[in-house]
């Protein structure tokens, strides 16, 4: 199966890396419109929407995700739309509705991305109860649960541990079932996704750090099929030093204390699961600039040592690379242009050295 390529909107303001260098890069709606154009046309397959309703790492201004991806679904033509949700602040029936509307909008284009929650701001703020941190990925497995449950029935009667419904119905249902795209390091986060999710996200991390993380899930998923997604921040220039003198110059001018902020909410967040990390246990000051440690992917240098670096993702069991970049706009065109027909003839070679052997 060939690789299939993601991207992260830029729906909150300040871009995809947390630092005051100059990027070329919008969170308006005309801009993410944009974006999403040139990428179907470049060859992409999904885009990621993010959810934030507070300002939290310097992304002043959020765009709420379920909202554009409706508007998104009516501006584009091929691409897939992934929407975060965070379940302990919308209702599963809400959501499964909005879901259901958006794919009727983009002719069967939506999927979901679960989002356990690791920003306690955001529910103390809206007077809503912050809960364990394995609670919050079971209250997720019953949120996603439901979701499937009103997408598949008549009507849905289900009475879980944090969500009820009685003879609930859904018309009209989804052109087709959405996928469903999950996240998360921890124990509890693994076992999930192996239970119940189409697609877990990895952060960036190392090609020997994303095997093992592969495996873990696999095995909890006990043959059930499931893919794979990784965030890499992707940093293409003519020479290696030229990219990694970017990458450079993104650190030296991070936000410190955004940076910082960032890194009290999400290791708070972590240290509250039973073995005591999370999703960034071990991401240092600089992998927390790219705030999913897109960094540590190592999609940074030349056209051609990017894409063979995506291919050995790909020998480890990656299915989806999800990228971010610095300037949006002619970026995405790049990687599309350059990057992905490499990737494709790279992974032509080895369909046909396979076949050899």
């Known amino acids: 199966m060939s690789l299939q390529f993601a991207y992260w909107a830029p729906n909150v303001s300040g871009g995809l890396v947390i630092s005051n260098i100059p990027q070329k890069t919008e969170w308006s709606f005309e801009a993410n419109s944009r974006y999403a154009q040139i990428a179907e046309q470049v060859g992409f397959d999904y885009v990621l929407l993010q959810t934030r309703f507070f300002a939290s790492y310097g992304a002043e201004n959020q765009l709420e995700a379920a909202t554009l991806a409706s508007a998104l679904a009516a501006t584009t033509k ?44 955001e529910f103390n703020g809206y007077g809503e109860p912050w809960l364990d941190h394995d609670e919050r990925y079971r209250r997720s497995e019953e949120f996603i649960n439901v979701l499937r449950e009103l997408w598949k029935n008549e009507t849905t009667t289900f009475k879980g ?47 020997e750090n994303l095997k093992n993380q592969i495996e873990d899930v696999k095995a909890n998923a006990n043959g059930r099929d499931i893919q794979f997604g990784v965030n890499g921040f992707v940093i293409v220039r003519e020479t290696e030093e030229k990219a990694k003198q970017v990458l450079k110059e993104i650190v ?39 705030y999913n440690d897109g960094f ?62």
């Open 252 to 290: 030296l001018q991070a936000d410190k204390e955004a940076v910082e902020g960032f890194e009290s909410q999400v290791k708070f967040a972590g240290k509250a699961s039973p073995q005591g990390e999370g999703m960034w246990a071990n991401s240092s000051f600089e992998n927390l600039v790219q």
């Open 78 to 121: 091929k691409i897939n739309i992934i929407t975060a949700v965070l379940p302990g602040l919308w209702h599963p029936g809400v959501f499964a509705k909005i879901i259901s509307t958006i794919d009727h909008i983009s002719s069967g284009r939506v999927s979901v991305n679960v989002v356990s929650g690791w920003f306690k701001g």
């Open 296 to 357: 540590r992917t190592g999609l940074i240098g030349t056209a051609e040592q990017v894409a063979n670096q995506i291919i050995e993702l790909k020998k480890i069991g990656v299915d989806i690379i999800l990228t971010g970049f610095l300037h949006y706009e002619e970026e995405i065109k790049t990687f599309g242009e350059t990057i992905i027909p490499l990737v494709r003839q790279k992974e032509q070679e080895l369909k046909e050295k396979a076949g050899a052997l």
């Open 161 to 207: 541990d944090f969500y009820r419904l009685n003879d609930a119905p859904l018309k009209p249902k989804p052109l087709q079932p959405p996928k469903v795209f999950q996240g998360g390091n921890s124990k509890a986060a693994r076992e999930m996704a192996g239970r119940v999710s189409d697609v877990y996200f990895m952060n960036g991390n190392s090609i």
